[in-house]
Antibody, heavy 120, light 107 residues
């Protein structure tokens, strides 16, 4: 079964860091780019960044530059998103999503989402 | 950054009616790099349309997309009960950005 399975919910304090994982199954991780998208409670979708699992190259939305790091472990078919210096505004569901084509394209497969709560 | 503005914010319709959702871009979207997603409460988004008018795998033909450059439309020809949800447009011609969403609710 082709799917992306994310790690469980996290609760962190302001200023802390969090690492969310996204494991691909049913297909070869390195054949598709992975994006991260977040959704604050009751709000819309916000693009965070992209990683090429084949070579590890990344590109981040300007808003998250300096605070986000995306990595991958090819042997585990898993990509990771690290977000540091957390603040309450980072409270959101974080999704990983597969880009369907080799160049700029839409997202055809999504993880189930990981809820991050930032609270003191 | 290309800003996408969706309208209306909420659409109140009955099952069987036609739904027309609009997505307007602040700049021309290259190569019709525009997608539509459906999201239901507690679920991840689902790809409906890409390339402005191509249906994703398994999407019923009551969903159709049209438009180019700065003006795009998602049409649901006859609403089924399972179609009541929030719909987002996304451009991927220059980076990736989403519209704020249109909620289709039961009248």
């Amino acid at each position: 079964q082709v799917q992306l399975v994310q790690s469980g919910a996290e609760v962190e304090k302001p200023g802390a860091s969090v690492k969310v994982s996204c494991e691909a199954s049913g297909y070869t991780l390195t054949n598709y780019f992975i994006h991260w998208v977040r959704q604050a409670p009751g709000q819309g979708l916000e693009w965070v960044g992209i990683i090429n699992p084949s070579d590890g190259r990344t590109s981040y939305a300007q808003k998250f530059q300096g605070r986000v790091t995306m990595t991958r472990d090819v042997s585990a078919s898993t990509v990771f998103m690290d977000l540091s210096s957390l603040r309450s505004e980072d409270t959101a569901v974080y999704y990983c999503a597969r880009m369907q084509g080799p160049a700029r394209d839409a997202f055809d497969l999504w993880g189930q989402g990981t809820m991050l709560t930032v609270s003191s | 950054e290309i800003v996408l503005t969706q309208s209306p914010g909420t659409l109140s319709l009955s099952p069987g009616e036609r739904a027309t959702l609009s997505c307007r871009a602040s700049q021309s979207v290259s190569s019709s790099s525009l997608a539509w997603y459906q999201q239901k409460p507690g679920q991840a988004p689902r790809l409906l349309i890409y390339g402005a008018s191509s249906r994703a795998t398994g999407i019923p033909d009551r969903f159709s997309g049209s438009g180019s450059r700065t003006d795009f439309t998602l049409t649901i020809s006859r609403l089924e009960p399972e179609d009541f949800a929030v719909y987002y447009c996304q451009q991927y011609g220059r980076s990736w950005t989403f519209g704020q969403g249109t909620k289709v609710e039961i009248k």
